[in-house]
């Protein structure tokens, strides 16, 4: 049975919504996926495309949900319309829409001016779970997010947050990367490593995204 995929893009162009995006159609369609692609917020008031749309692919960075914008993006997740992105496409957008913020799990808030080099740990408890299943530890060189993150996040992946010009209270931290969550009926996939298209062309990058966005869908 063919499942429909709706893509939402655009926002702040540095994120290179439409070039990341295109990477993974080809992932969608070979996982059976029908894709339909819209490139304003207004999409997510049509009730109708959305009750029939089995995942939701966002990639905007900043800008701002209407009332009924959000709105309707909750309802339609909440009633089971899978929910999927990477990096700031989720967690760097839409900050006054607390609501929206309370859905996605999390919140970015700082990174270090520069790409670093940074291990990313799958979780031990979780190295079973679909998306990370044999992917094993890796390194990436890129922006290294700090975030806020709802302790109802399922967390299958973090890196250690070293402290840096003392600001960052005393000793490392560790920070989430990749989580799942559930809300309401729908499933909900965030990875926070996606800065460039190259982030995410590395293979266990692009292998994880990829395994994400297919366990959201409905």
Do not use: K
């Amino acid at each position: 049975m063919t499942r429909r995929a709706l893509v939402v893009r655009g926002g702040w162009e540095g994120h290179a919504p439409v070039e990341t995006t295109e990477l993974f159609r080809p992932d969608l369609v070979d996982a059976g996926f029908e894709v339909t692609v819209a490139e304003d917020l207004e999409v997510y008031r049509d009730e109708a495309l959305l009750a029939r749309t089995d995942l939701i692919v966002q990639c905007w960075t900043g800008g701002t949900l209407t009332a009924q914008q959000s709105a309707g993006l909750r309802r339609a997740v909440h009633a089971g319309t899978g929910l999927a992105g990477w990096h700031g496409g989720l967690v760097a957008t839409f900050d006054d829409d607390h609501e929206y913020l309370r859905m996605v799990g999390g919140l970015f808030l700082w990174h270090p001016a520069e790409f670093i080099e940074h291990r990313v740990r799958i979780e031990p408890g979780r190295a079973d779970h679909p998306i990370v299943a044999g992917i094993g530890d890796f390194t990436v060189h890129t922006e290294q997010y700090w975030m806020l993150a709802d302790a109802r996040n399922d967390t299958l992946a973090s890196t250690i947050v070293e402290p840096a010009d003392g600001g960052q209270g005393e000793g490392p931290v560790a920070m989430p990367v990749v989580w799942t969550r559930q809300w309401g009926s729908g499933r909900i996939f965030f990875s926070a490593i996606g800065h460039r298209i190259e982030d995410l062309q590395q293979p266990q990058v692009r292998t994880l995204t990829a395994r994400g966005l297919v366990w959201a869908s409905r």
